[in-house]
C-alpha cells in the first residue's frame, strides 16, 4: 500500500525585540536546532522548506511534512535567539494547503 | 452569503506561572510581549498583593488593560454563584476583546531547609501572596508540606535531584489536591547539549515518576527574558520531549493554574473564614 506523505504549512511570527533576523539566519537557527533535537535521519524525514519569510513583517511561511509538524511545532517553542538577539518563533496558523496559508499569511 | 475567512479563533488561553521579575520596567516588557502572545495570566515572583496593587495604580496602556485576579472577581461575583461559574467567568473575560487583558498574579517561592521555619514563614507571610510554592530538597520537609493547606505548588527544576520525587511524596500530593510546578528552563537556557540532555533526562525520569501516580502537575517556563515566554500550546510541545503526550497536557498550562488563582482569590478577599489562609484563631 503506498503511503502518501501530505505536507503542512505553518505560518509563523518572529517577535522580536530589536532586528528582525534575515532568512538566512534563520533557516540556519533551525535546522541546526532540529539536527540536534531529532539528529539527522528525523531532520531529513522532515523536509522542511521555507516558502516566503518577509522581513518587515517578521511573518513567513514553513512547509514540513505532516508527521513532523509536532516535532517542528517544539523546536519553535525551544528557540531562544537568533545570532544572540532574543527571539520568539510564533506559529499562528496552520494548513494543509498552500493557498490558505498564504491568504491567511497576506491578511496579517 | 459570503463565507467570512479565518472566523474560527483560537480560544486557547496561557499562562506564566514564574516570573521572577527584578525591576518594576520589567513587568511592562514581560506584559507587552505577552499581552502579543494572548498570555493572560502572569504570576509574579517576590512581588506581594500591595506592591502589584500600587504598579496597577501607576500602569497607563491604551492597547491593553493590566488587572488583579481581585478585580475580575469582583465584577463576576454579581452573576457568579458557584465555582465552576467563576472558571467560566474568568476564561471568557480573558478572551473577550480579543485578548487585551493581563492578569497579574503575586506570588512567593521560597525555599526553607526545616519545618519550623516555614511554619513561621507561613503564619506571617501568607495573606500578602495569592500564590505561595515551595522549593526544597528536604524530603521530610516536602512531605509536610504536602498536607499544609497553605502551600500550593512544590516547585522541582529538571536539574533537581529525581529522589525527592518519591512516590510516597506523589501520593499525598494527590490526597491533598496539589499540583507539582515542573519548571521548564533549564531546556530552553541550556548553553551545552550536556546540560539539555542531563535535564531532559533527569525531568523524564521526574515526570515518570509523578505520572504513574496519576498525581497533577503544572508546567512553567520560567522566563528569565521577555522573549522566553511561551504560550500553553509551545510549551505543551515541549513537555513531549519529556515523554507525555500533548493531549494528556491539556489542564497542566492554564486551567489548573487558574483554578489555584481563583480558589486562592476567593479566600483572602471573602468575609467568610476559609481553610488554609484565613482561618479562625
Known amino acids: 500500500m503506498v503511503v502518501l506523505t501530505r505536507d503542512r504549512y505553518i505560518v509563523f511570527q518572529a517577535i522580536v525585540k530589536s532586528t528582525v533576523p534575515n532568512l538566512t539566519e534563520l533557516k540556519t537557527t533551525i535546522w541546526k536546532k532540529y539536527e540536534t533535537i531529532f539528529g539527522l535521519s528525523g531532520t531529513s524525514e522532515a523536509g522542511l522548506y521555507f516558502e516566503t519569510f518577509d ?7 514553513i512547509r514540513c511534512s505532516s508527521r513532523s509538524l509536532s516535532s517542528l511545532l517544539t523546536i519553535f517553542a ?3 535567539k537568533i545570532k544572540e538577539d532574543d527571539v520568539i518563533l510564533l506559529p499562528l496558523f496552520i494548513s494543509g494547503l498552500i493557498k490558505k496559508a498564504k491568504a491567511y499569511l497576506s491578511n496579517i | 452569503m459570503q463565507k467570512t475567512k479565518f472566523s474560527k479563533k483560537n480560544n486557547s488561553l496561557s499562562c506564566e506561572n514564574y516570573l521572577a521579575i527584578y525591576q518594576d520596567e520589567d513587568i511592562v516588557n514581560y506584559c507587552d510581549i505577552a499581552n502579543k502572545m494572548h498570555i493572560s495570566l502572569l504570576a509574579i515572583d517576590n512581588v506581594n498583593i500591595s506592591q502589584r496593587n500600587k504598579f496597577l495604580e501607576v500602569f497607563n496602556n491604551k492597547e491593553y488593560s493590566i488587572l488583579s485576579p ?3 472577581y469582583e465584577e463576576l461575583r454579581k452573576n457568579c454563584f458557584d465555582f465552576s461559574q467563576f472558571i467560566d467567568g474568568f476564561k471568557k473575560a480573558l478572551i473577550h476583546d480579543n485578548y487585551n487583558k493581563v492578569v497579574l498574579v503575586s506570588r512567593k517561592t521560597f525555599s526553607k531547609e526545616s519545618i519550623e521555619e516555614l511554619k513561621s514563614f507561613l503564619s506571617s507571610n501568607r495573606s500578602d501572596y ?19 493547606r497553605r502551600i500550593d505548588y ?3 527544576d529538571l536539574l533537581d535531584d529525581s529522589s525527592i520525587v518519591d512516590n510516597a ?9 496539589k499540583n507539582f510546578e515542573i519548571i521548564l528552563s533549564s531546556l530552553l537556557n541550556s548553553n551545552t547539549e550536556k546540560v539539555f540532555s542531563a535535564a ?7 515526570v515518570e515518576r509523578i505520572d504513574s501516580n496519576n498525581t497533577p502537575m503544572i508546567f512553567t517556563i520560567k522566563p528569565s527574558t521577555p522573549c522566553q515566554l511561551r504560550t500553553s500550546s509551545q510549551i505543551r510541545h515541549i513537555t513531549q520531549l519529556l515523554g507525555i503526550p500533548y493531549n494528556k497536557t491539556k489542564s497542566s498550562t492554564f486551567h489548573n493554574q487558574l483554578v489555584r488563582v481563583i480558589k486562592n482569590v476567593i479566600k483572602l478577599h471573602d468575609t467568610h473564614l476559609f481553610e488554609g489562609i484565613k482561618e479562625g484563631s
Open chain 2, 154 to 156: 512544590i516547585s522541582i
Open chain 2, 70 to 72: 481581585q478585580m475580575l
Open chain 1, 55 to 61: 522581513e518587515k513583517n517578521g511573518t513567513g511561511l
Open chain 2, 169 to 177: 511524596l506523589c501520593s499525598l500530593m494527590k490526597q491533598n489536591d
Open chain 2, 200 to 206: 531532559l533526562r533527569n525531568g523524564k525520569k521526574i
Open chain 2, 130 to 148: 495569592e500564590l505561595i510554592c515551595l522549593k526544597s530538597k528536604n524530603q521530610k520537609l516536602l512531605k509536610w508540606a504536602a498536607k499544609d
Open chain 1, 78 to 80: 525551544l528557540i531562544t
